[in-house]
């Protein structure tokens, strides 16, 4: 192992005593250390060192690419085992350093990064501490003792944008879409050529790594009259984090329809794909979708990063008498479960934890779904294709003679699968499904609007959940509610208002980006189908008949589930009034 100082002379630049990766003595230390960490286990060690002596890479940067470790965790773990402190963002200069003496070109292609300098000593920011041939060239260089600090690829490529800027790269990136849009939509190579130049390429690496590293969960790329807008998705709300040339749009379009497996040659029909990649370290799975527009082809790619899903109800914010009543639900041995709510709103995401928590070695669990978001272990997940003719009737019809214990059906999406989940609830399956409704009672209107029959749901539906997200407070920087008073008075007699009240709102710092909030949290309704409730739906009740009835019963709304959370300073009461409807 070796000290974050570099040290040399000097006077006399000789080169400093340092452990050689290329040797392979350092890397196993490396791997047994990782292990002993427990940051990988003996087989993905295995597996990394194998893949390692095949493509004949280093088996630390194979862990990245397979997805096996993030870039993050890799340089923490690098720089403990090193005793080289890790780069932190507030340590990036101002501006470059040493620029005369070091080129720009030098820094770029051995991912190294000066931050500081005196007469003495030169502090140095580098990718890959293992590597010692670009540092002995700078302390010969520069005659300066070097002080080591491990920069992540990420923060690297940041720091390299604001110092150093992307000129060149970004005269390239136009040069290469004007050839894109010049070129005939029969010119498939051509555009492929184009596509995969290396500053195309670079750019939207660096879209796609700055969405995973600010947690988003959709990258929008919208191309203008006068720019290309990218816009991420982050905590539910839209932040546009570049402005690119309108000339880039053809060339980033291409990239992407390649990376999807898409037609890059159709640009006046709507489109559908997925990317599997490591980004980042993190095995991420990406939905892609392009649609004409009137100035090119807005893109959106919805990020579906497992490492940022706990699949967990605590872990997911839904308060304790709401997890009780679903798991009680989920002990049935048949009958429908439905969990609604606007689109992104984690309807998926709660049935996917139901899922987790029921599979097991003595039941058999299928799922038909349009698209399959997240792989479960033990679960018989199937992909509807509408284009085949496998649409979700015709799936769950084959569905039913595979013996199955438990279905989850993506979404009833008609009367026809509304029915066939009905049917195998009455033949002794329990049925998992989403809606599109603003609560739970409006899940029964729906049903109905279907043309399923009253006396069918009150049999068959056990309980109806609907949800939202909302975001939660930055710890860091939430401030007292000016208006709490005002607040305190309307919910006064509310049930949660035992609990201490600690009503806040949104500021903004560095560590939620300037926002206010960071993460999010659920509020839900759950409506449990009394006998009362049965007979209402069986009348075919009017729908404030019924929310009048489930809240005499005991039901919790999304307002008053939301507002709990703002009175334990978990959420903003704006936030809960901009997703659900005030009492």
């Known amino acids: 192992m070796m000290d974050g100082a570099y040290s ?57 690419k397979l997805g096996l470790v993030s870039e993050n965790d890799l340089c923490i773990h690098l720089g403990r085992f090193l005793r080289i402190p890790v780069m932190s963002a507030e340590e990036t200069p101002g501006e470059p350093v040493l620029e005369a003496k070091i080129p720009k070109k030098f820094i770029r292609a051995n991912g190294i990064l000066p931050l500081a300098a005196t007469h003495e000593r030169l502090t140095l920011a580098v990718t890959d501490p293992l590597e010692n041939g670009p540092m002995e060239a700078l302390a010969y260089s520069t005659g300066l003792a070097l002080e080591l600090r491990i920069a992540t690829p990420a923060l690297f490529e940041k720091a390299w944008a604001s110092l150093y800027g992307e000129r060149s790269e970004g005269s390239a990136l136009v040069e290469a879409d004007i050839r894109a849009e010049d070129a005939s939509d029969f010119d498939l190579q051509r555009l492929r050529d184009i596509a995969n130049e290396a500053p195309v390429i670079r750019r939207v690496n660096q879209i796609v790594g700055g969405a995973i590293e600010a947690r988003a969960s959709d990258i929008h790329i919208e191309p203008g009259l006068d720019a290309v807008q990218v816009r991420y998705r982050i905590d539910g709300a839209l932040r546009t984090v570049d402005t690119l040339p309108p000339g880039l749009k053809a060339a980033i379009t291409s990239r992407i329809k390649i990376m999807a497996r898409l037609d890059i040659a159709e640009r006046r029909l709507p489109q559908d794909g997925r990317i599997k990649l490591a980004v980042r370290g ?29 699949l967990d109800f605590e872990a997911l914010g839904f308060e ?36 987790k928590e029921l599979a097991n070695p003595e039941v058999k ?25 496998l649409d979700f009737p015709t799936s769950l019809r084959a569905m039913l003679r595979q013996d199955p214990d438990i279905i989850m059906i993506g979404e009833i999406r008609d009367a026809e699968t509304a029915k066939i989940a009905i049917q195998s609830s009455l033949t002794g399956h329990l049925v998992f499904s989403t809606l599109h409704t603003n609560s739970a009672v409006g899940s029964i209107t729906r049903l109905i609007d279907m043309g399923v029959e009253p006396y069918l749901i009150a049999s068959t539906v056990k309980a109806i959940m609907a949800q939202r997200l909302v975001r939660r407070l930055c710890p860091s920087c939430s401030s007292p509610l000016p208006e709490r008073a005002s607040w305190r008075s309307r919910l006064a007699g509310e049930a949660f208002t035992r609990e201490p009240e600690r009503l806040g709102q949104p500021v903004g710092c560095p560590a939620c980006r300037h926002t206010g909030y960071a993460g999010r949290s659920t509020i839900a309704e ?16 009017p729908e404030a008949t019924m929310t009048a009835a489930a809240r005499e019963a005991g039901m919790t709304t999304m307002y008053q589930c939301g507002m709990g959370k ?11 009034l901009r997703v659900t409807q005030v009492d």
């Open 365 to 389: 669990v299928f799922t038909v779904e349009d698209p399959i978001e997240y792989q479960l272990a033990g679960v018989n997940q199937v992909q509807v294709q509408p284009a085949i003719g």
């Open 526 to 541: 759950m409506l449990i189908m009394t006998e009362p409730m049965r007979r209402l739906v069986c009348e075919a009740a």
């Open 566 to 576: 703002a009175w334990r300073g978990e959420t903003s009461v704006d936030e809960v």
């Open 320 to 355: 304790p008498g709401v997890i009780a009543s679903l798991r009680k639900v989920m002990r049935s041995p048949n009958g429908i479960a439905l969990v609604t709510g606007p689109t992104g709103s984690g309807k998926t995401t709660t049935l996917y934890t139901a899922l």
């Open 8 to 64: 040399q002379g000097t006077s006399s630049p000789a080169t400093p005593p340092r452990p050689n990766a290329q040797s392979g003595a350092l890397l196993e230390e490396f791997g047994a250390y990782l292990l002993s960490e427990k940051v990988v286990d003996e087989l993905a060690l295995q597996r990394s060192q194998r893949a390692a002596r095949q493509s004949g890479e280093r088996f630390d940067h194979v862990l990245t």
């Open 282 to 310: 993190v095995d991420i799975d990406f939905r892609v979708s392009t649609i004409p527009t009137a100035h090119g082809e807005s893109i959106v790619l919805r990020i579906l990063d497992r490492s940022q899903v706990a």
